[in-house]
């Protein structure tokens, strides 16, 4: 492959359309191999347009603004980073010949749960939990009725987690009913989801393009509120179960095509593999790949794009723990102890210019040569040494 410098007329241009943590981590990867980065949000100075070429500021939920940057830049690769989007720009942007990453309808059946959700079980043949869409609180009520306590609620589209929430009776139903009405996105339609009493849930990062599939180690993580506190990598788990994952990753990802990184999310129970949900584009508990492996799920996406080969080495066994701010201000100050700074373990710091209460900020990453519990207990140390003013 032929690389070019940034900011010339020949340059191989990505743009990035949501610029968040994530993100900033994919434009380090594309400016390490002379790739000229554009980064789009819908507020100023977000992480990625802190180390991109070109930054913009728009509605990221408006067609006309989106098509706007996107007709003046002309870039190579249009990289969509988050939920919030206008799809419909998306898809008339393809059709004027623009390389959506992996592709317009991609991006669409996973931006939105009831979309993916069909299109895995009613299409593919993938097991999940029992479901029911509903659009108000009776229909809710009836859902919960026939799908069985505890369930899980959510919004059709949201990010992070945000407006989930598990009834665990019908008492609960009401404040289910407005955690998902409240979240960010769309949340004129919910999911209701029979609750799998799973033994742990996995994220399995699958790397694709015309080179051929590469899958990362499975990664466990904990969640609350439905938002990641703490990942590692690699999950334990058994063959048969490892490779049901692996074939349920293979077929969904091969289902939406494409090309990128994808983070597919799985429920498992003994040897049982349930599917959940998939990203296209890097995933948050992926942060642990920046500590163990060669190639982090940031490189690999890029990788994936440009058509290169996905080949890496896995060090060993990492772990990562989120930071959540707990104040609210325009001038974040993290109080990191010196201590977190050793030849096993750092932090990063997203550089987000406002925090509020549980807001990711930074993220702490620790490394054991074989132990992942180890890694995590270290991490679960570690996190508590960063604090706010």
Not at 13 to 39: D, H, N, P
Not at 339 to 351: A, D, E, L, M, P
Not at 355 to 379: C, E, I, P, Q, Y
Request: glycine share 6%; with cysteine; net charge neutral.
């Amino acid at each position: 492959m032929k690389f070019t410098a940034p900011l010339k007329s020949n340059s191989i241009k990505i743009m990035l359309l949501g610029s968040g943590e994530l993100g900033k981590e994919v434009v380090i990867e594309a400016q390490r191999l002379g790739v000229q980065t554009v980064a789009v949000d819908s507020y100023a100075n977000a992480p990625a347009h802190l180390v991109a070429n070109k930054a913009y500021v728009i509605d990221m939920k408006n067609e006309d603004e989106i098509l706007d940057v996107i007709r003046t830049e002309k870039p190579d690769f249009v990289l969509p980073e988050v939920e919030a989007i206008s799809i419909s720009a998306l898809f008339k942007a393809q059709e004027e010949g623009f390389h959506i990453i992996p592709n317009a309808d991609a991006v669409n059946k996973t931006m939105n749960r009831k979309n993916i959700r069909v299109f895995a079980c009613e299409e593919l043949g993938l097991s999940a939990s029992g479901y029911e869409f509903v659009t108000t609180y009776e229909e809710l009520q009836k859902a919960a009725k026939n799908i069985g306590f505890p369930c899980v609620i959510k919004p059709v589209m949201s990010s992070s987690g945000h407006g989930q929430s598990i009834a665990k009776s019908k008492k609960d139903l009401k404040k289910s009913w407005e955690i998902a009405k409240e979240a960010r996105g769309d949340a004129s339609e919910l999911i209701v989801e029979e609750f799998i009493n799973f033994d742990y849930e996995i994220t399995l990062l699958t790397a694709r393009n015309e080179t051929g599939t590469t899958f990362c180690e499975p990664i466990g993580h904990i969640q609350k509120d439905g938002d990641y506190i703490f990942s590692w990598q690699p999950m334990k788990m058994s063959k048969k179960a490892k490779q049901r994952s692996i074939d349920i990753a293979q077929k969904i990802t091969d289902g939406l095509g494409g090309r990128g990184i994808f983070g597919v999310e799985l429920f498992v129970k003994g040897d049982d593999v349930y599917f959940s949900e998939v990203s296209p584009r890097p995933h948050d508990t992926g942060m642990v790949t920046l500590i163990t492996q060669s190639q982090s799920e940031f490189a690999l996406h890029l990788r994936a794009v440009l058509g290169l080969p996905l080949d890496f080495i896995t060090y060993g066994a990492g772990a990562s723990a989120a930071y959540k701010s707990t104040t609210d201000t325009f001038t974040p100050i993290l109080n990191v102890d010196d201590s977190i700074f050793t030849k096993n373990s750092f932090v990063r710091i997203f550089g987000k210019p406002q925090t509020h209460k549980g807001r990711r900020m930074a993220v702490a990453l620790t490394f054991d040569k074989k132990s992942s519990k180890k890694a995590l207990n270290s991490a679960r140390k570690l996190i508590k040494k960063i604090t706010e003013q």
